[in-house]
């Protein structure tokens, strides 16, 4: 697993990244009631707004971690955001892109910086 600053993690199969918010995130958000994710074939760049995310505290915008092709995306947490607050980290991840240039993937943080970052 790789994690960003921005709180989101992504885990490597091949050429294909699964994305998701890390635990702490969703703590931080509280109770997740609404999200809209992109439509799969949808060609993101690093930085573009993929997914849109409400609470009952906030509502933010997710950004692309990584530049690809958006090949599925998480149904269940649409009709059911709540999986989120229950397994961040598992099955409540937002999509899978497959990944122009893997490269991207060595800037992001590991396991033990991520946990440096949040404490």
């Known amino acids: 697993m790789k994690y960003t600053e921005d709180h989101e993690w992504l885990s490597l199969d091949g050429d294909v990244v699964t994305i998701g918010i890390t635990d702490h995130a969703q703590e931080q958000l509280g109770d997740i009631v609404f999200i809209e994710l992109p439509e799969v074939g949808t060609q993101v760049t690093r930085g573009d707004e993929v997914v849109v995310i409400e609470s009952v505290k906030a509502a933010s915008d997710i ?30 991840w937002f999509l899978k892109v497959r990944v122009d240039d893997l490269s991207q993937l060595d800037e992001f943080l590991d396991e033990d910086a991520y946990k440096d970052l949040i404490e």
Do not use: F, H, K, L
């Open 63 to 92: 950004a692309a971690p990584i530049d690809g092709e958006v090949i599925e995306v998480n149904e269940a947490i649409v009709a059911n955001p709540g999986t989120v607050n229950e397994d961040a980290e598992g099955i409540g």
